[in-house]
């Protein structure tokens, strides 16, 4: 008998009934624990994502927002993290590769995100100072190799105008102190050297007449001592420049204005320009060279070759000749000097430095 109102139900369909309503449960329990430890991966994930931010720990950094994004394919915020990372590491590694437009490129980019995190701004604004300094750096060590040229090349002067400016416009840098310090010392040294060799070979070239008394001789000497006076010669179409004594006299301008002669009653300094590859095609410092060198009709007492200059110095006769030629933009420039033996003390000094001071057109 069932009271009125209630079923008695064998257990066998109670057990039945029971078993569709456990997995729905376990199932629901699941779901729950699986949601539960995704948030927690993803949470985790974006923590440690930021922390290696403010570290400057880009690529550990970008891999933390990849497993974000991963667990929450659809977050936005995962996604602006992990374009931020990116650019950060793009940037800072095109910095050690040295590729300077790249590493601005991605800096620009975090600097027009909106939604960019304060510190990625900061990071970014960093890294575009270091890129300023880098790239200042560059054109600093560009005009370091080109001063160290003049040098190799003997333009002496040239080389110590360039360090004299880039030493005021350094100050106190001390990332090219150690630089300008050995240039500095190479430029002593190396005109040192060229004043020598110069002086040796005045010396070993100088005819000096066996059968002159000592009386004679001393006269010969005080008479050799004279300290000049310069101004400087500008070309008007090739456009380069040289002292000479203002005591010379100056040769008539040729018609066709390539150069000057200046000379007094012993010594003749001539200096032009030409365009090259008049004689052959591709013409170089290097033939010009051999070529004077050739051409030379007394022994050679000195000679140097430069990456785009020479020097040489022989005899003619009873005369020392010195010849000095630079190739600059399709042009090479010539200053010839022609001098005594006998006047070698007189004209040494003054042969120095009219060969200091000649510069080539277009050269800055």
């Known amino acids: 008998m069932r009271s009125k109102g209630s079923w008695n139900l064998p257990p066998l369909q109670i057990g039945e009934i029971m078993k ?14 699986f949601t539960a430890c ?4 993803f949470d985790n994930a974006i923590e440690k994502g930021l922390e290696n931010l403010v570290e400057k720990n880009y690529p550990t950094a970008v891999s ?8 929450e394919k659809d977050s936005q915020e995962a996604k602006s993290y992990l374009e931020q990372a990116n650019l950060l590491n793009d940037a800072h590694n095109s910095m050690i590769d040295e590729d300077y437009d790249n590493a601005l490129r991605s800096v620009l980019k975090i600097e027009k995100l909106d939604e960019a995190l304060s ?22 060590e560009e005009e370091l190799k080109g001063i160290s040229s003049l040098i190799d090349d003997g333009n002496y002067e ?6 004299e400016t880039l030493k005021n416009v350094l100050g106190s840098n001390s990332d090219f102190t150690s630089h300008l310090d050995e240039l500095t010392q ?14 040796e ?22 008479d050799q001592k004279e300290t000049f006076e310069y101004q400087t010669y500008t070309n008007t179409r090739f456009g380069f420049s040289v002292e000479h004594p203002t005591t010379f006299t100056a040769g008539p301008a040729p018609t066709n204005n390539d150069g000057r002669e200046f000379y007094n009653e012993d010594c003749t300094i001539i200096t032009y320009g030409s365009h090259i590859n008049t004689i052959e095609e591709n013409e170089t410092i290097e033939n010009y060279y051999n070529r004077a060198l050739g051409n030379a009709p007394g022994s050679i007492a000195y000679q140097r070759l430069g990456s785009d200059s020479y020097t040489i110095s022989y005899t003619n006769g009873s005369n020392i ?18 001098y005594p033996s006998s006047q070698q003390n007189k004209y040494d000094e003054m042969v120095t430095r009219v060969a200091d001071t000649f510069t080539a057109g277009g050269m800055d």
């Open 158 to 163: 040239a080389a110590k105008s360039k360090l």
């Open 20 to 33: 569709p309503l456990k997995c729905m449960i376990l199932v629901a329990i699941i779901l729950f624990v």
């Open 119 to 140: 510190m990625v701004k900061t990071n970014a604004s960093d890294l575009k100072e270091e890129l300023s300094k880098k790239q200042q750096n560059l054109v600093y």
């Open 321 to 338: 000749v010195y010849e000095k030629s630079i190739i600059n933009d399709g042009v090479i420039f010539t200053l010839n000097m022609t």
């Open 186 to 199: 190479l430029l002593n040294e190396s005109k040192a050297d060229y004043v020598s060799q110069i002086k």
């Open 201 to 222: 070979s005045q010396q070993n070239q100088q005819v000096v007449d066996e059968d002159s008394n000592s009386e004679d001789q001393t006269v010969l000497e005080q």
């Open 38 to 41: 995704s948030n927690q991966t």
């Open 64 to 71: 933390y927002f990849e497993i974000a994004l991963e667990e």
